[in-house]
């Protein structure tokens, strides 16, 4: 038990000295192996290769790239219109577009950051432009842009998977039910406040003409979830050669029909691709070792003692929302789930609690984090594209926490939210 504690104040102490969290992780389990002696330096280093060493985790760069690839392209923008012209004449009309269409680009990109960074560069001015006030919008991105890991496909559900040896098949298709709740909430929410303030719609009657105008230039991009995870339940490929379908058919939309994707946006796409993908994979290595080193120490079996006076899932259950609440405050999402998932995914297991229910409970728990400071990742990329004082958009996206954290209880205690889909389809017997 000294050595747990140990390790977790030297990793907190590197978190708060803003020590970048995969070299916080690594330093931890660095210093664990030389002090204590629990595993040899070797093995920290192999298992960091082995731990992304792994076919279904190559699904996460290709989806990266492929988001990327489709911002490009143009077919964000062409969502984005199409969501307009259904919904842009209502009272709050663009607010709700705004989640629309996050909620089907996250089914493109599987990434919450990229999700506020491509339809947030469009709408937020735009949003400011028909007068919306610019703190609800950037507020409205951010909390929208956590849709992006909850509609699948979704990055952090692939790691999930990998370190639960979960069907990722079953993750996206469980995730469905809490991204288009969290989805309907946020929406509900947007509507009233639109409504308190004032804020109008487009001005235009709706018209079934321009509706199809929109959805003829947008069929392209419409396509790409459809293929997706058509192709992943048709049993045609699974999820890792989707991710590969998904940037070949980025890179032909965008450069050959709507021929937006320039050779230096192609370039920039490939390189943040690449930062991005380099920043996960770290996390992933370094925070699997640290996940092994808590099993060198005992810290499963010790949790499950601490809580064996509980018999009830919904205390367990409770008590973990809690924590994980906590973490998604302070950690990134593939760390957490990473380090979190092996650990506490046993515990729950003895109280039937189904590993896809699960999983997309983290998935929920550490989605909130990105809109929770001092993290909060979405809450940076917003403010980034307004160049806005970050407490502002803390402050303007509390009403849209509360109704995130009211789904959050539902997906928790209601899990045919979550299983019914995966049911059907014979994912969870």
Known sequence: ??????????????????????????????????????????????????????????????FILAGALMEGGGLSKRLVNLGDSLLGHFTGGFAIVTVATCAFFGAISGSAPATVAAIGSIMVPTMIERGYDRDFSLALIAASGCLGILIPPSIPMVVYGVSTNTSIGGMFLGGFGPGILTALLLVGMAIYISHKRGFKGNGLKFSLRRVWKEFVAAIWAILVPVIILGGIYGGIFTP???????????????????????????????????????????????????????????????????????????????????????????????????ILAPILLPLVAKFGVNPIHFGLIMVLNLAIGMITPPVGCNLFVAAGLAKTEFMRIVRAVLPLLFVMLIGLILVTYAPPITLTLPKLLGFVS
């Open 1 to 62: 038990m000294n050595s747990i504690a140990v390790i977790l104040v030297l990793f907190f102490v590197f978190l708060f000295l803003n020590v970048p969290i995969c070299v916080s992780i690594g330093l931890t389990c660095a210093i664990y192996s030389v002090t204590y002696g629990g595993v040899n330096p070797s093995y920290i280093a192999t298992s960091m290769f082995t731990s992304c060493d792994s076919f279904p985790l190559m699904a996460v760069p290709f």
């Open 240 to 338: 890792t050669e989707a991710a590969a379908v998904a940037v070949i058919y980025g890179f032909f939309a965008g450069t050959f029909i709507y021929k937006e994707l320039t050779w230096g946006k192609f370039r920039d796409a490939v390189m943040n691709s690449c930062v991005t993908v380099g920043n996960v994979l770290i996390i992933v290595g370094t925070a699997t070792t640290l996940g092994r080193v808590f099993t060198v120490e005992n810290l499963p079996a010790l949790l499950s003692n601490m809580i064996g006076g509980l018999d009830s899932s919904l205390v367990i259950l409770l008590i973990i929302n809690l924590l994980l609440l906590v973490v998604g405050c302070i950690m990134e999402t593939s760390a957490a789930i990473m």
